[in-house]
């Protein structure tokens, strides 16, 4: 079955940086767009990035010059680069996939940047 894995988060500084990870399983990887999406408490989720099977990417307009999104087919893996995160930032962020119009998620990795 489709199992998607986050994991990365935590507690950074206004500024700083993490890297968070995405590792898939139960289809085929290669040929598939992934995205991150990120909610917080009490808002909607939010699109963050999305990466085509090709490498062609997407972002967000909260995000976009700040957060790097990247795939490694080979591991199954993809990935969200986060550079000068904000307050703004805090949020559980999840890796998510769409297959036969059914939406698949992660459990979540949550961010918190703060002071």
């Known amino acids: 079955q489709v199992q998607l894995v986050e994991s990365g988060g935590g507690l950074v500084q206004p500024g700083g940086s993490l890297r968070l990870s995405c590792a898939a399983s139960g289809f085929t990887f290669s040929s598939e767009v992934m995205s991150w999406y990120r909610q917080d408490l009490g808002k909607e989720r939010e699109f963050v990035a999305s990466i085509e099977r090709d490498g062609r990417t997407k972002y967000g307009t909260s995000v976009t010059g700040r957060f790097i999104i990247s795939r490694d087919n080979d591991k199954k893996m993809v990935y969200l680069q986060m550079n000068s995160l904000k307050p703004e930032d805090t949020a559980v962020y999840y890796c998510?996939?769409?297959?036969?119009?059914?939406?698949?998620w992660g459990q979540g990795t949550r961010v918190t940047v703060s002071s």
């Open positions: 998510g996939i769409v297959l036969a119009y059914e939406a698949y």
